[in-house]
């Protein structure tokens, strides 16, 4: 797609995604950090509209996000279904499922129910918005609301709705796995466009659909999946970005020029390597501390000369998997530096668990010689694309280190790509890297950034918007009676979330025995 045109730009959106971009910070009511947010702020800051979201408990919200008119519509949920929906289906079951598995998926009948609970409550506040714009452009983001574009047609028949999935989407062998997969996949359905960051997240999709739905006479057709009633669903690749002018003008403030002599002290004499993540356990933290600890026991000289940081921002430590990690991580570094720090000398690895200013960021992307971007799979990744951007802004001859299992790999590929499964592989890939010359790695370096300037996340908000509104435009065109998508249980079709399993009245919500998978 090539952008929108200006009635598109001027379109509101009625943005849908789990939490509301908003938290009480030292200044007041400020915009939340993280991966979802920095991608939306451009829709925010040029369409008018409502963002639709969980307030996280908090309280005395603002009305409209702060410096703009975008509405707030917060969603309280109880304790019990924060517990079932949020800690339980979307992050214990569907996060790791939809990684591939790397951790085993819980499967818990209880966590369903209040999964689909919580979903017809976003999808009846994103109908009750879109009511209230009737010409808005509904957008649906995300793993922990995938019944939710489905709800939305059936309340509002021909509403252009997209949803984006932020995170992969594995092969049928393994999404199969989920007991209620038809209908994530039906709810999913609902939408005009359903959007993955790569051709093969997005393909996994529709062999999914063609797999487990072939009973409801859908059809994959190309890019498509065509539905009972002659309702075509368009797929998307559409990678996500960042905003790389703020990151350039991050990279040059007077005050990251500050920082980064702060740090170049701190470092002195030592060669950098970086890590920037989430602490999550797809982030491949454990691998890269051991492929460094490997990479210090080869080399004792580097013991002196190099540093490893790395910067973690807290995450879901209300999930015990999420504690053990971080217990995990904070072993090993204890454990390195007890066995690599010479007499005398700085220990050789550092580590931050906390969240950071995007330009307290730029500063150590600055600084870094290396980053490593290690995940063992990831939907996409945006630190990778800050790192090549502050870089370049500086003229910097850092070098990149990318998992090959993140979607980023695909659309930087003079980075060095590495497996972080193969830890000693790792270890010689850093290695390897260190050694590039300068201009080796200045080379890779700048295409890398010019593609992150040219695909920004200002470039893709616009041709989604765009491609949501094309292909409502195409489904406006059907006859009235095909348009509708009805389920089996309202008349014909597939069964859609809201009557699944059909006949069946609503069990309560409740661990039932016999139901629940084993913890490890
Ligand atoms: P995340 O898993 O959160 O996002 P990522 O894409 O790396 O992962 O985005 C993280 C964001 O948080 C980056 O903008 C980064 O700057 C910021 N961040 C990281 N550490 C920080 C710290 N210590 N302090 C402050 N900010 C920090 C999910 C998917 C990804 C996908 C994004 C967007 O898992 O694959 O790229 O959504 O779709």
């Given at each position: 797609m090539n952008g929108t045109s200006t009635e598109d730009q001027d379109r509101p959106v009625v943005a849908v995604a789990n939490r509301l971009p908003v938290h009480h910070g030292d200044n007041g009511w400020e915009l939340s950090p993280g991966g979802l947010v920095t991608?939306?702020?451009?829709?925010?800051?040029?369409?008018?509209?409502?963002?639709?979201?969980?307030?996280?408990?908090?309280?005395?919200?603002?009305?409209?996000?702060?410096?703009?008119?975008?509405?707030?519509?917060?969603?309280?949920?109880?304790?019990?279904?924060?517990?079932?929906?949020?800690?339980?289906?979307?992050?214990?079951?569907?996060?790791?499922?939809?990684?591939?598995?790397?951790?085993?998926?819980?499967?818990?009948?209880?966590?369903?129910?209040?999964?689909?609970?919580?979903?017809?409550?976003?999808?009846?506040?994103?109908?009750?918005?879109?009511?209230?714009?009737?010409?808005?452009?509904?957008?649906?983001?995300?793993?922990?609301?995938?019944?939710v574009p489905q709800l939305i047609r059936e309340r509002r028949g021909g509403q252009p709705t997209g949803f984006f999935l932020h995170v992969p989407w594995p092969s049928p062998d393994i999404f199969a796995r989920l007991p209620w997969r038809e209908q994530i996949l039906t709810g999913l359905l609902g939408a005009d466009v359903v959007a993955f960051h790569t051709d093969e997240y997005r393909a996994n999709f529709l062999r999914s659909c063609a797999r487990l739905l072939r009973d409801d006479d859908i059809e994959v057709r190309g890019d498509s999946v065509v539905l009972a009633d002659g309702r075509a669903v368009t797929t998307a690749t559409a990678p996500i970005s960042i905003d790389a002018a703020e990151f350039t003008q991050h990279a040059i403030e007077p005050e990251t020029d500050?920082?980064?002599?702060?740090?170049?002290?701190?470092?002195?004499?030592?060669?950098?390597?970086?890590?920037?993540?989430?602490?999550?356990?797809?982030?491949?933290?454990?691998?890269?501390?051991?492929?460094?600890?490997?990479?210090?026991?080869?080399?004792?000289?580097?013991?002196?000369?190099?540093?490893?940081?790395?910067?973690?921002?807290?995450?879901?430590?209300?999930?015990?998997?999420?504690?053990?990690?971080?217990?995990?991580?904070?072993?090993?570094?204890?454990?390195?530096?007890?066995?690599?720090?010479?007499?005398?000398?700085?220990?050789?690895?550092?580590?931050?668990?906390?969240?950071?200013?995007?330009?307290?960021?730029?500063?150590?992307?600055?600084l870094a010689d290396a980053l490593l971007v290690t995940p063992l799979i990831d939907g996409m990744n945006l630190v990778c694309k800050e790192y090549v951007t502050v870089q370049n802004a500086r003229g910097g001859s850092g070098v990149l280190l990318l998992s090959e299992f993140t979607g980023a790999a695909d659309e930087l590929p003079q980075a060095v790509h590495c497996n972080p499964f193969d830890v000693e592989g790792l270890s010689y890939r850093i290695e390897y890297a260190l050694g590039l010359t300068a201009d080796t790695r200045r080379a890779a370096i700048g295409p890398m950034a010019a593609h992150v300037r040219d695909h920004d996340v200002y470039r893709w908000v616009s041709d989604q918007l765009a491609e949501i509104t094309k292909?409502?435009?195409?489904?406006?065109?059907?006859?009235?009676?095909?348009?509708?998508?009805?389920?089996?249980?309202?008349?014909?079709?597939?069964?859609?979330p809201g009557h699944w399993p059909a006949a069946a009245g609503r069990p309560r919500a409740r661990r039932a025995p016999g139901w629940r998978t084993p913890r490890r």
């Open positions: 991608a939306l702020r451009p829709v925010m800051a040029t369409h008018p509209g409502a963002w639709v979201g969980w307030d996280g408990g908090t309280k005395g919200l603002p009305p409209t996000l702060p410096d703009s008119g975008v509405r707030l519509v917060p969603i309280g949920l109880s304790a019990a279904q924060v517990r079932n929906y949020y800690h339980g289906f979307a992050n214990a079951t569907l996060w790791p499922l939809l990684h591939n598995a790397i951790e085993k998926p819980r499967f818990e009948r209880a966590w369903w129910y209040a999964y689909r609970d919580v979903n017809a409550i976003f999808g009846e506040r994103a109908a009750a918005a879109l009511d209230e714009q009737p010409d808005a452009i509904a957008w649906v983001h995300d793993y922990q609301l995938m019944l500050n920082d980064i002599r702060l740090l170049a002290e701190q470092f002195r004499d030592r060669t950098l390597l970086l890590g920037v993540d989430r602490l999550d356990y797809t982030k491949g933290i454990i691998e890269r501390l051991l492929a460094v600890e490997m990479l210090l026991e080869r080399n004792p000289g580097f013991r002196t000369s190099l540093s490893f940081l790395q910067i973690a921002v807290p995450s879901r430590d209300d999930v015990r998997e999420y504690r053990q990690l971080r217990s995990t991580v904070e072993q090993h570094v204890g454990r390195i530096n007890g066995l690599y720090t010479e007499p005398g000398s700085d220990v050789p690895v550092h580590y931050l668990y906390r969240g950071l200013s995007q330009q307290q960021l730029a500063a150590y992307y600055a292909a409502a435009a195409a489904v406006s065109r059907l006859p009235a009676d095909r348009a509708a998508s009805p389920c089996r249980a309202c008349g014909g079709g597939a069964p859609c």
